[in-house]
Each structure stands twice: as C-alpha cells, then as structure tokens.
C-alpha cells in the first residue's frame, strides 16, 4: 500500500505543478507591458469635490499583491496613471486619495484595475482580461474587493499632503510643557555715596 501512496503523491504534485504553470517565483521581475494594454486610456475616476493637497499627478498609492498560488505578497507603488507588470499581472492605477487629517473617519482609496493573463485552454494564445476595476478603501476593505481565484490587490496607502497638515500636527510634537527658564539672582542694590567728610 505504501508504494501506492507514494505514487498518488507524486502524480498529484506533478498535476499541481502543472496547473500553477508559470507561477511567479519570489524574484519575480517586472516585464514590459503589452501594446495593447499600454496604449488604452486610463479609466477617469470620478472627482470627489474640489481637489487640495497634492496635485493627483504627484501622489503615490502603495497596493499589496498576493498570489495565492504560492503565497508570495509584495508591496506595488504606483502614480496615478501609471502600470506595473509583474509575470502574468497588470495593475493600473487612475487615482489616490485620503481624507485630510482634521477629517473623520480617515479614508485612504485608489482606483485600480487589475489585468491577468489567462488562456481559454491548452493550445489557444494567452489573453489580457481586466478581473477588477473600482475603488479599493485601506480603512474597509470589504467594501469593494478583488474576486480572484488566484490573485489579490489591496489599497495599504496614498502618500499626498494637505495644505497646513504640518500646522496641526505640530502642535501634538511640542505638547511636552517647556522647561522653565533657569532662576537669576535679582540684583543687589549699590550702597548709596557717602558725601566727603568736611574739615
């Protein structure tokens, strides 16, 4: 019976092996992005009011990527309008945002899509098929999630600044009293001229 085991394991890893085929390793490199893919326009997202802060231009959304496969995550930093390629997946970013620092609740949220590579069967050609596109929140995630069987994308951060955020938060850094200032003797009076003394 042992032998028999022994051969139902193997041929279940090789059948495993062959299914994740081209799975990405932990050294997985970015490689260039297709034409076709490359070329489309990035979806708009809608504005939410008028925009202060950081120009959307110069903001940096940090996304995580897990593939399920094989258990490997990696942190992803994007501008908006920018895309990423890693082995079999795309992730395109449209925008970031978080609520100012004087706001609450905090809210952090990109808009991302997310492309994989998939083929219909064996012997047809690999296609790019867009799995997501939407807002990811850090702050609720289940609002809104990549259904992947193989995949995940989710919003860690939006790095932008606010105009006066350095103002409040400055006064949480000096919230230590000052020391007082050192005690000085007060002065001693001089003692009054004594008039010369008449012969």
């Known amino acids: ?7 139902l394991a193997t041929s279940a890893a090789l059948a495993l092996a062959a299914c994740s085929g081209g799975a990405p390793t932990p050294d997985a490199e970015q490689t260039e992005i297709p034409d076709e893919i490359a070329n489309q326009a990035m979806p708009q997202a809608a504005a939410q009011g008028n925009q202060i802060g950081t120009p959307m231009a110069e903001r940096v959304a940090t996304l995580g990527l897990l593939n ?4 490997i995550s990696r942190d992803i930093q994007l501008r ?3 895309s990423q390629r890693i082995d079999d997946v795309i992730i395109r970013l449209s925008a970031c945002e ?19 590579e998939t083929r219909e069967d064996a012997g047809s050609d690999p296609v790019w098929r867009r799995v997501f596109s939407g807002w990811l929140f850090k702050e609720a995630p289940a609002v809104n999630m990549v259904e992947h069987p193989v995949y995940d994308v ?3 951060d939006c790095a932008m600044r606010f105009p006066g955020e350095e103002e409040v938060a400055a006064p949480a850094a000096s919230a230590t009293p000052a020391a007082a200032p050192a005690a000085t003797p007060s002065p001693t009076p001089e003692p009054a001229a004594t008039p010369p003394a008449e012969n």
């Open 68 to 71: 399920k496969r094989n258990n």
């Open 98 to 116: 978080r609520t100012p620092p004087w706001e609450n609740p905090p809210q952090t949220g990109a808009f991302v899509q997310l492309l994989v």
């Open 154 to 156: 989710w919003m860690k």
């Open 1 to 7: 019976m042992k032998p028999l085991a022994c051969a």
């Open 80 to 82: 908006p309008g920018e």
